[in-house]
């Protein structure tokens, strides 16, 4: 049995939410969503609660199932209530951001400036800096895989922490080289 799958999903105030045959429907302040149910999974409306019931003697791994679709309707609800953003910080020298429309131009140490082209229904801002992204929109999917890609096209690199990161993200510092090597003392005059 599913722990996930048993809770039920609050619908806050202001975001209605109904079933669409399999599919469940969420509209509210940001938008609407929809959001295809699983055929092991059984949903149901009650008194401002999404719940969902599943039979784990159907399949093996109906109770996966279940808890995931819990927590893909609980997503699709939140993002239509308050939405989703993710922010990205851009470290180096000269490494900028610039935004226009929906394509987002970052200057990140090449010969050429990268453009970005935002997915429809993701929105990218940046900050007077121009140094912090904010990826922000409806679909928590599309949010992620929108920051995962701009931090793709200039990974936090070890050595001198230059690229882009999450904000508040963590990047390890490698010793170079030379650090290494003067404790190391192979290879060289005897």
Do not use: C
Not at 96 to 123: D, M
Not at 133 to 143: A, Y
């Amino acid at each position: 049995m599913s722990r996930i799958g048993k809770q039920p999903v609050v619908i806050p105030q202001g975001v209605t939410v109904k079933l669409d045959g399999a599919s469940v429907v969420a509209k509210g302040p940001k938008g609407e969503l929809r959001e295809a149910v699983h055929p092991y999974v059984k949903a149901e409306i009650k008194d401002g609660h999404v719940l969902l019931t599943a039979d784990p003697a159907v399949a093996k791994d109906a109770s996966a199932i279940w808890g995931m679709t819990r927590a893909r309707l609980n997503n699709l609800v939140q993002g239509v209530a308050v939405g989703y953003a993710k922010n990205l910080e851009i470290h180096g020298l000269g490494f900028r951001a610039e935004v226009a429309g929906q394509k987002l131009t970052l200057a990140l140490g090449k010969s050429h400036p990268v453009i970005f082209e935002a997915p429809k229904g993701v929105t990218v801002t940046v900050d007077a800096k121009k140094t912090l992204i904010t990826v922000s929109g409806i679909n928590k999917d599309l949010v992620g895989e929108a920051a995962a890609k701009i931090r793709e096209l200039r990974k936090p690199e070890p050595y001198k922490q230059t690229g882009i990161r999450y904000q508040g993200e963590h990047v390890r510092k490698k010793a170079g080289k030379t650090a290494a090597g003067a404790s190391a003392g192979a290879g060289g005059k005897k």
